[in-house]
């Protein structure tokens, strides 16, 4: 990967970030605190309904007492789709990249 690439996917990565946290309710540095998994809700014809947020069992309580909207017990958090178009490009950002790669592997395949 080009440094010109590395440097443009961090820094999609810290607004994707930035944006999260202030939805979230928290700063980005607390943020950076924190580590998490996403997963979706979504029907069988892929239309997602929410993305679930779960943040590791061990991330800093005092944060994730702060996020609005937390299941402290469960320490996870629905976002709606439409809560930031921002993570929405990104997302789709990833999938085109992923199918990118893909199609690639197959064309490569297919002509050696």
Not at 81 to 110: A, C, Q, R, T
């Amino acid at each position: 990967m080009s440094v010109s690439k590395r440097k443009y996917e961090e820094m999609l990565e810290e607004q994707s970030d930035k944006e999260l946290a202030s939805i979230l309710g928290i700063s980005y540095d607390e943020l950076c605190q924190l580590e998490w998994d996403v997963d979706t809700n979504e029907s069988s014809d892929g239309l997602i309904y929410d993305y679930i947020y779960t943040f590791r069992d061990d991330s800093n309580l005092e944060i994730l007492k702060k996020i609005q909207g937390i299941d402290i017990e469960g320490r996870y958090v629905y976002l709606q789709p439409w809560e930031s178009d921002y993570l929405n490009l990104i997302i789709m950002n990833l999938k085109l990249h992923g199918i990118s790669n893909h199609l690639n592997s197959y064309l490569f395949l297919k002509i050696t």
